[in-house]
């Protein structure tokens, strides 16, 4: 393999590490957007609240990654819960801009709170992952981005499987079809409501600890979660397997563009492809089209 | 309690004033304006010419948002736009000032169009989502065009003149300012007289039926990204005089979210519900700067406390304002003004 | 800007076919209706009405057939276009706009046929302050008073009764100047008094303004009442057409909404109208 060719297939496959990362945020998004049809962007922040709360665990009170990690899981989950029930629920039947505006604040809300707690400096998590290099041949692949790969190839078809065969899953299908005609089968779609909030926000603060542990925590890293959004405006609000595909392909192509035209090239990129996709397929790749009536 | 406001004609009815009350309440505003800068000291005045920037930019984006239902995410960009046209017009052609603004509002109108192109496809979320990218876009055209905007260092600005006078401090520039966004507020009141603000409200309302009452959506949509960017580029402009300094991080995402709530905690929609929203959140920061020094000789190092304590305050008062007062401030205006109508009958 | 109501105009659907995927909403439908009449779409649920009346008024673009409109093909306009040329509707679930006062909302109907650009608009100068108090002034007399609205112009269109929104969005219609009225469901979910009311109006608006007027309604009372013609649609297409006693008596029309009451005839029916799709 000639080294131009090496050095590519690396980028590209960090570039599918990092898009791994984005499929999982992104499906934080789905998730919450399927059952509650709300865009939140406060998915960023508890991503990376995350992180932080696995640095507060871990490296604060010693505890094992082991014992830390679902603890910070469990902590993004509690956030959703309450956030869900404290202000998205009040907000029901309000149009779907003022609830994309509450989960703005929100997000400036818990960076506030965040920067109150640790301080705007950035930190690095305690190791955790192995940092034995793997090498497929001759290419090298950094062992985090391979552990993100391993994770995003595990919760996506779990999210798939659980949407097709599981109660909820199903509950949470026909909510997302029809809330009243779903309220009026006996689901209880306060709770689907909650539990798509616990569920959502709970993945993003895992995918808050696998960033962190890639590059390292600050109160400012839920930029990521911008990245993330393209991914589902790309691939469809409401498709998990949309969410996949947009997270690997805008991965590969912001390591590329990164790599070969420059840094300041990463965001403009992918926000090129936004637009570009927004023109062209106005729903998402894979998303639902909505039909209007007089 | 106010019995009745009989009127003679019907263009004294369709007047932007109609009582004497909000004639009286205007010109105790008028007066107050005027005697500002005589009374208040140089950080007040320095505070004062900022809402009024603020001002005319809120009002800019209630245009757009507020009144034509189109949220945009771009303010902060449109702005830079202005203001990076008033710093190269001076740098490299000296035109005069009030030139200059003008130019910056036509500029950032046609880029406002622009970013608003994808309103032929897209709406909602999803265009509020796009004019996030234009801003990024933007951001990247600034730091990256370094022949015109000198890359990230950005360019200076020589102080103004205005007809011959050198607007060197900012008690100068306030009687600039005022009138200009006074002007503007002005404008878009009148706008909302016409059948070009009922298109709009008509859009935000029921879009589709619009249409087929005879309003063609697209052209009025990318109206409405016209005016409103044409505000912003003239706030943005007049950012550019008073802070003398242009870089591609004077007007930062967060900017754009800082706008939006303005009218949202005014009250999207309504005229006076711009004004007092950019007013209020310009000036919440510096209350809390106050009550950060006055809390400084009790808690530890309360310095390092107030842009977090802002951070969380700000996000706290979008949360609030949507969930307890989705009407903003100026809905609690008018049921001050109703409740004083009816006194002493009330319900 | 006072002037006379424009001449009514004359409607003709020619051929007209519609389909949404597989579903065919309109078959080859054709009719006219006069200038200066009323004339009645009815039919039952699903019959094809409002699906009509979108082509009609441009929201919907039909697969087939042409629509014309004192014999010029409007077929291709856009629904702004057709609006300016005189088409004028009302809508089956209200469309006021809850954001606007009832004046406001009335005077949004005259939009197409005002001429002030924004800038005259920002600064209220000139053409756009002599427009809009023009304006004002003839829907104060000739639409306000009209349809007995004095009382409720300021008030925003949110907090009005069912029957008086309907009202509004008559107003409103009458300030399109419009060449032909349509009508979608006029008095559905009115009580009695309130359709006697509305039913009036139409046909004062006849009287005095000359307008052609197409409605869809299920309140036979009224369209046999008020109808100089009667346009009976069922499954997409026109089974019947007449003036209002022959179409009654018809027995297509009673079957269509009563049903034969023999399953093997409704089979045939049903397997005779996918024949003919």
Redesign the interface.
């Known amino acids: 393999m000639s080294d131009e060719l090496l050095f590519f297939t690396e980028v590209s496959l960090a570039g599918l590490g990092s898009g791994a990362l984005l499929s999982i945020t992104a499906l934080a998004f789905v998730l919450i957007y399927k059952a509650t049809r709300v ?1 939140n962007l406060a998915v960023s922040e508890i991503l990376m609240l995350g992180g932080y709360l696995f640095f507060a665990a871990a490296a604060g009170f010693g505890l094992p990654a082991w014992i830390a990690i679902p603890l910070a899981i469990i902590g993004g989950g509690i956030v959703g819960a309450i956030v869900e029930r404290g ?1 998205i629920r ?2 029901l039947g ?1 149009s ?3 609830v ?3 989960t ?10 965040a ?2 707690t640790w ?2 400096d950035p930190r690095t998590l305690p190791e955790f992952m192995s940092n034995t290099p793997i090498f497929l041949g001759d290419v090298y692949l950094s062992p985090k981005i391979a552990i993100a790969m391993a994770v995003a190839a595990v919760v996506v078809p779990l999210f798939l499987l659980l949407f097709r065969f599981w109660r909820g899953g199903v509950a949470l299908r026909a909510t997302a079809t029809d809330q009243a005609a779903a309220y009026s089968c006996g689901i209880n779609v306060p709770g689907v409501f909650s539990l798509a909030w616990i569920i959502g926000c709970a993945t993003a603060a895992g995918a808050g600890i696998l960033l962190g542990a890639i590059g390292g925590i600050s109160p400012a890293m839920g930029v990521f979660g ?1 990245s993330a ?2 991914v589902v ?1 790309v691939g469809g609000l409401d498709s998990v397997a949309g969410a996949l595909i947009g997270g690997l392909v805008i991965g590969l192509v912001e390591a590329l563009a990164g790599t070969y035209l420059g840094g ?2 990463k ?2 990129t992918t ?2 492809i ?2 570009v996709a ?2 062209i397929r ?2 998402g790749l894979f998303g639902t089209t909505e039909i ?3 | 309690m106010r019995i009745a406001t009989a009127k003679q004609s019907y263009s004294s009815d369709e007047a932007l004033l109609r009582t004497n009350t909000q004639w009286a309440w205007m010109g105790i505003l008028a007066l107050a304006l005027l005697a500002a800068p005589f009374l208040l000291d140089g950080y007040w005045l320095y505070l004062a010419c900022l809402v009024t920037i603020n001002v005319a930019s809120a009002t800019g984006l209630n245009i757009l948002t507020g009144f034509t239902g189109l949220v945009s995410l771009g303010q902060a960009a449109f702005m830079a736009v202005g203001a990076y046209t008033v710093a190269v017009l001076q740098r490299d052609v000296g035109t005069p000032f009030l030139f200059n603004l003008l130019a910056a509002g036509a500029l950032t109108a046609i880029v406002g169009v622009l970013v608003g192109l994808p309103s032929l496809r897209v709406k909602g979320l999803y265009l509020a989502i796009a004019t996030i990218a234009a801003s990024f876009i933007l951001h990247f055209v600034f730091v990256n065009w370094q022949s015109l905007t000198n890359g990230p260092s950005g360019i200076s600005l020589e102080p103004a003149t205005f007809f011959g006078a050198p607007l060197t401090s900012n008690f100068h520039l306030y009687w600039v300012f005022v009138p200009i966004t006074a002007l503007m507020v002005l404008g878009a009141a009148n706008l909302f007289r016409t059948r070009i603000g009922r298109a709009f409200i008509a859009i935000r309302d029921r879009d589709i039926s619009a249409e087929v009452l005879g309003i063609p959506l697209l052209r009025y949509k990318l109206l409405s990204f016209a005016i409103s960017s044409f505000y912003a580029g003239i706030a943005g402009g007049m950012w550019a005089y008073f802070f003398r300094v242009v870089t591609p991080e004077s007007f930062p995402f967060i900017t754009s979210i800082f706008f939006l709530a303005a009218i949202i905690v005014g009250g999207m929609g309504t005229i006076l519900g711009g004004i007092v929203g950019a007013v209020f959140m310009t000036l919440v920061p510096e209350l809390l700067r106050f009550l950060v020094e006055w809390a400084s000789p009790f808690v530890p190092n309360a310095g390092t406390l107030l842009s977090p304590v802002r951070t969380v305050v700000f996000g706290a008062l979008i949360v609030g304002f949507l969930v307890f007062e989705p009407q903003g401030m100026a809905e609690i205006i008018q049921r001050i003004r109703r409740f004083f109508h009816l006194w002493p009958f009330r319900k | 800007m006072n002037e006379a109501p424009r001449e009514a105009g004359r409607l003709e659907v020619q051929g007209l076919s519609l389909s949404f995927g597989g579903l065919k909403a309109l078959r080859d439908v054709s009719f006219a209706v006069e200038a200066g009449s009323i004339t009645a779409l009815i039919g039952p649920n699903g019959a094809g009405k409002t699906s009509m009346f979108n082509c009609i008024s441009g929201f919907y673009r039909p697969q087939q057939g042409r629509i014309l409109f004192d014999g010029e093909n409007v077929t291709a306009r856009h629904a702004p276009a057709r609006a300016k040329l005189g088409f004028a509707r009302t809508f089956q679930n209200i469309a006021l706009f809850r954001g606007m006062t009832v004046l406001d909302n009335i005077k949004l109907g005259r939009h197409a046929h005002m001429k002030s650009n924004a800038l005259q608009a920002l600064a209220y100068w000139g053409a756009a302050r002599r427009e809009e108090i023009a304006l004002r002034e003839e829907i104060e007399k000739r639409i306000i008073d009209f349809l007995e609205i004095n009382h409720i112009r300021h008030m925003p269109v949110g907090s009005l009764p069912y029957g008086l929104q309907k009202r509004v969005e008559l107003a409103r219609a009458l300030a399109m100047k419009p060449r032909i009225l349509l009508l979608d469901e006029p008095v559905a979910g009115m009580n009695r008094e309130e359709t006697e009311d509305m039913a009036r109006f139409i046909l004062d608006v006849k009287e005095e303004w000359g307008t052609t007027i197409l409605m869809v309604e299920h309140d036979m009372g009224m369209v046999m009442d008020i109808s100089d013609h009667v346009v009976v649609l069922n499954f997409g297409q026109v089974i019947a057409q007449g003036l209002p006693s022959e179409v009654q008596a018809d027995p297509r029309v009673v079957e269509a909404y009563l049903g034969s009451g023999d399953p093997a005839a409704l089979m045939k029916r049903i397997n005779e109208t996918q024949e003919a799709a």
């Open positions: 865009i202000v009040p907000m309000e779907a801009i003022s994309f505006m509450v703005v604040g929100l997000g400036s809300v818990l960076v506030g709170l920067e109150l301080g705007t911008l959004l393209v405006i300041e090239f965001m403009v926000f090129g936004l637009i927004l023109m106005p729903y209007e009536r007089l």
